[in-house]
């Protein structure tokens, strides 16, 4: 299961003011003390989210409360669409991480686990909300400590959403709707005798991209056979975007499903002088999030290597993918010197609005929102 990487040595140290810069178009959270990681937004921009590294806690920002920490042990949060629902895994007494929504103040309330199974003190966590958070979506562990998607209402509480071959699945993201889940279901081989080759389930190869319209399971195949993981569904769930493809397992893609269309959405053009151009792990990108109707995508390209950080990209169907820094100062964004976009993480539905990570000019990351005039 990929899980965000830790961050070592975090200075818990008083959280900087919130810096209103020129034009009121580009906003920083923070000054870089504790490190602050972007993460997602409103569908109307009006609330965002951010953590403090891999350990929390989660903040939750509005231009009338300011920057909040909401509390949660947290490496992720998630808001609904509207605003009002937001989860995070959040730790137990026992030490245990489970799937939880936000109660206000420092208040969380667990959505409960598949299992008692704990596999890395992980119960289960969220991985998407519909637009209103009455449904949610992500991983939890069978009895069998096998990773599974689950989908959780308040009526039905948590329930596995199957799988194409009876092994390992996730529930990535959900239509801000609830008519389809996406995400990816093991694929792996089976050996002589008769069990599956652990060997063929490691790498983002073995994550097999697919989907469950109205709860029923099926893979999502293209003309070559085999696409990656889904991460990201619109608003309907007509466009699905995801990482990993025959041609590339380290691009994003982008899949319409009225017409079949597969689309490779690259990276950013870098050079890695210490790897040869056939082997780069600077040919990498990863898609966090899009616009409402699925035109526009943002997210981060590159490997991520010391001294050598991401860029945030941004992707449309006119310009292709772009660094996100370069398409809003074209359109009038001001971002001060030194900032840095490594990491667009999420989009306001109307696609105008954009936050994620920055580094400022001391070289800490900050929480960006960026809005187009």
């Not at 906003?27 to 490190?35: E, F, K, S, W």
């Not at 920002?61 to 989860?87: E, N, R």
């Not at 069990?195 to 003309?223: C, I, T």
């Not at 699905?240 to 319409?256: N, Q």
Request: with cysteine; charged share 15%; hydrophobic share 40%.
């Amino acid at each position: 299961m990929k899980r965000q990487k830790r961050l070592i040595g975090l200075a818990a140290l008083v959280l900087g003011t919130v810096h209103s810069l020129p034009a009121q178009t580009f906003t920083v959270l923070g000054d870089g003390r504790p490190v602050l990681l972007g993460w997602n937004m409103s569908a109307d921009g009006s609330v965002v989210m951010g953590f403090g590294g891999n350990l929390g806690p989660c903040y939750r920002w509005t231009a009338a409360t300011g920057l909040q920490d909401i509390g949660g042990d947290s490496y992720h949060c998630q808001v609904s669409a509207d605003g009002k629902v937001i989860t995070a895994p959040v730790k137990d007494s026992q030490g245990l991480f489970s799937a939880s929504i936000w109660q206000g103040g420092k208040s969380w309330k667990s959505i409960g686990s598949l299992s008692d199974v704990a596999v890395q003190n992980l119960r289960s966590e969220a991985y998407g909300l519909t637009a209103d958070g009455s449904v949610i979506v992500g991983l939890s562990y069978r009895a069998d400590k096998t990773p599974a998607g689950f989908r959780w209402d308040a009526v039905h509480g948590m329930t596995d959403v199957g799988s194409l071959q009876g092994f390992q699945t996730r529930a990535s993201a959900i239509s801000g709707k609830g008519n389809v889940i996406a995400g990816w279901d093991a694929f792996g081989t089976v050996g002589r005798d008769g069990e599956w080759d652990a060997g063929n389930l490691q790498g983002p190869s073995y994550r097999m991209g697919a989907v469950w319209p109205n709860g029923q399971p099926e893979g999502l195949m293209h003309p070559f056979g085999w696409i990656g993981e889904v991460m990201l569904l619109n608003d309907v769930g007509s466009i699905i975007v995801g990482r990993g493809s025959p041609l590339s397992t380290t691009h994003p893609y982008r899949y319409t499903t009225w017409d079949a269309k597969w689309e490779d959405l690259g990276t950013i053009v870098r050079w890695n002088p210490s790897r040869p151009p056939s082997d780069n792990p600077e040919d990498a990108a990863t898609a966090n999030a899009m616009s409402a109707d699925g035109n526009i995508i943002v997210g981060n390209s590159g490997w991520g290597a010391p001294g050598i950080p991401l860029d945030a990209f941004i992707w449309t169907p006119a310009n292709k993918m772009e660094k996100l820094q370069d398409y809003l100062v074209a359109r009038g964004v001001s971002i001060p010197a030194g900032y840095l976009l490594t990491n667009a993480t999420g989009i306001s539905a109307d696609g105008k609005i954009f936050c994620g990570s920055a580094l400022n000019p001391a070289g800490l990351s900050v929480i960006f929102i960026a809005k187009l005039p």
